[in-house]
């Protein structure tokens, strides 16, 4: 019988957390004791995918099924513990591509019945928020977070590890969506936003493009208007048979993609009176934004929580920082947990705790 919280102590200093993410085209595993990381394992189908021009999902699902198991137990060798030493399994649930959870769940569900230890259900998004404690150990709420990732862009104001404000998020587009479509146009492989950053090195941004809502908005973000109008540059230099440069075209984008990300997380920053500004999410890896960052950051004598750009993409060290979270408040999964392709921005299973 699955009986994992008799004798549970989740005040715990250290608590070792296995962490499992599968949501997209990574299968990947890891260890942290407390808020120090033991291990980090990924296994990547990028190249598969690359292929084809973007991640195909049951390539996707192949590819974890295949390696789950193994990328697990390299993680636990790696971190120098035994199986029995783990406290706790976190896992992604949501959001992603639904077949890929599916993996990450079931091996979880399985790892932790087994092991007859407790199961925590991760909303992905938020591992991406957590990712910066495991960069900045001592680093504690309130501050202002810039979330910018393939699924989601959104400025939050972090009140405490659990409870978060969203200030603003995009109506539309994603920031690495948007860039993934772009590097697509100029004929860039997957993924995009590497391959757009790499391209961008030898251009300038000399190609007027539309600021999202001209100064408004608030704090919100729209990238279907910028992303159109690279677009219809680019069909109309080839319609016209003109010449244009890629580079050009990427280093365009790419200033008007971020600048706008930076801004607004500055006058949040200003709004809220907070001393500390985080980043996740993948477009975080970019080395534009992140020199942008810290140039603004400086220049206010702001804190800046920047992860390396390894615990910006998608991991698993992540999963487990959100997981050590959710073990602290007591919110736990059971056997009936079950995969979901999209779930709200800040929520968990459970924020009532309670074990």
Same mark, same amino acid.
């Given at each position: 019988?699955?009986?994992?919280? +008799? !004798?549970?102590?989740?005040?715990? +200093?250290? @608590?070792?957390?296995?962490?499992?993410?599968?949501?997209?085209?990574?299968?990947?595993? /890891?260890?942290?004791r407390g808020r120090?990381?033991?291990?980090?394992?990924?296994?990547?189908?990028?190249?598969?995918?690359?292929?084809?021009?973007?991640?195909?999902?049951?390539?996707? $699902?192949?590819?974890? &099924?295949?390696?789950?198991?193994?990328?697990?137990?390299?993680?636990?060798?790696?971190?120098?513990?035994?199986?029995?030493?783990?406290?706790?399994?976190?896992?992604?649930?949501?959001?992603?591509?639904?077949?890929?959870?599916?993996?990450?769940? $079931?091996?979880? +569900?399985?790892?932790?019945? /087994?092991?007859?230890?407790?199961?925590?259900?991760? !909303?992905?998004?938020?591992?991406?928020?957590?990712? *910066?404690?495991?960069?900045?150990?001592?680093?504690?709420? @309130?501050?202002?977070?810039?979330?910018?990732?393939?699924?989601?862009?959104?400025?939050?104001y972090a009140k405490?590890?659990?409870?978060?404000?969203?200030?603003?998020?995009?109506?539309?587009?994603?920031?690495? #969506?948007?860039?993934?479509?772009?590097?697509?146009?100029?004929?860039?492989?997957? @993924?995009?936003?590497?391959?757009?950053?790499?391209?961008?090195?030898?251009?300038?941004?000399?190609?007027?493009?539309?600021?999202?809502?001209?100064g408004g908005g608030?704090?919100?973000? $729209?990238?279907?208007?910028?992303? &159109?109008?690279?677009?219809?540059?680019?069909?109309?230099?080839?319609?016209?048979?003109?010449?244009?440069?890629?580079?050009?075209?990427?280093?365009?984008?790419?200033?008007?993609?971020?600048?706008?990300?930076?801004?607004?997380?500055?006058?949040?920053?200003?709004?809220?009176?907070?001393?500390?500004?985080?980043?996740?999410?993948?477009?975080?890896? !970019? &080395?534009?934004?992140?020199?942008?960052?810290?140039?603004?950051? #400086?220049?206010?004598?702001?804190?800046?929580?920047?992860?390396?750009?390894?615990?910006?993409?998608?991991? /698993?060290?992540?999963?487990?920082?959100?997981?050590?979270?959710?073990?602290?408040?007591? !919110?736990? /999964?059971?056997?009936?947990?079950?995969?979901? *392709?999209?779930?709200?921005?800040?929520?968990?299973?459970?924020?009532?705790?309670?074990?």
């Open positions: 019988m699955y009986q994992p919280f +008799k !004798n549970l102590d989740i005040t715990k +200093k250290d @608590p070792i957390i296995l962490g499992i993410e599968s949501s997209c085209d990574e299968t990947a595993a /890891a260890v942290i120090k990381i033991l291990s980090d394992e990924i296994a990547s189908s990028a190249k598969i995918q690359a292929l084809y021009g973007g991640v195909v999902p049951e390539i996707a $699902s192949r590819a974890h &099924t295949d390696e789950v198991a193994a990328v697990v137990d390299r993680a636990i060798k790696n971190a120098g513990i035994t199986y029995e030493e783990i406290d706790a399994v976190a896992v992604t649930y949501g959001a992603g591509l639904l077949g890929a959870l599916l993996v990450g769940v $079931s091996f979880a +569900k399985a790892f932790a019945y /087994a092991l007859n230890k407790p199961l925590i259900a991760v !909303n992905h998004i938020r591992g991406h928020l957590a990712a *910066a404690y495991l960069d900045s150990p001592t680093l504690q709420p @309130p501050f202002v977070t810039l979330l910018c990732s393939g699924g989601h862009t959104a400025i939050l405490s590890e659990s409870e978060f404000e969203i200030l603003g998020s995009t109506l539309d587009d994603a920031a690495g #969506e948007a860039f993934d479509k772009v590097a697509r146009v100029l004929g860039l492989q997957y @993924p995009g936003g590497p391959n757009i950053e790499n391209c961008a090195k030898d251009g300038t941004p000399c190609i007027p493009l539309p600021k999202m809502f001209k608030g704090y919100n973000f $729209s990238y279907s208007g910028l992303k &159109t109008a690279v677009i219809n540059y680019c069909h109309t230099k080839e319609q016209k048979g003109e010449p244009y440069s890629k580079a050009d075209v990427a280093s365009s984008f790419q200033c008007a993609a971020i600048d706008v990300l930076v801004q607004k997380t500055m006058d949040a920053v200003a709004e809220k009176g907070a001393t500390t500004v985080t980043a996740g999410g993948g477009v975080a890896a !970019n &080395t534009y934004l992140r020199t942008r960052l810290k140039e603004e950051c #400086e220049k206010r004598g702001l804190h800046l929580v920047l992860p390396e750009k390894r615990y910006c993409t998608d991991n /698993a060290s992540m999963i487990a920082a959100e997981g050590l979270v959710q073990f602290r408040l007591g !919110n736990f /999964a059971d056997m009936s947990l079950n995969a979901k *392709a999209s779930i709200p921005l800040t929520k968990t299973l459970s924020e009532k705790g309670g074990v």
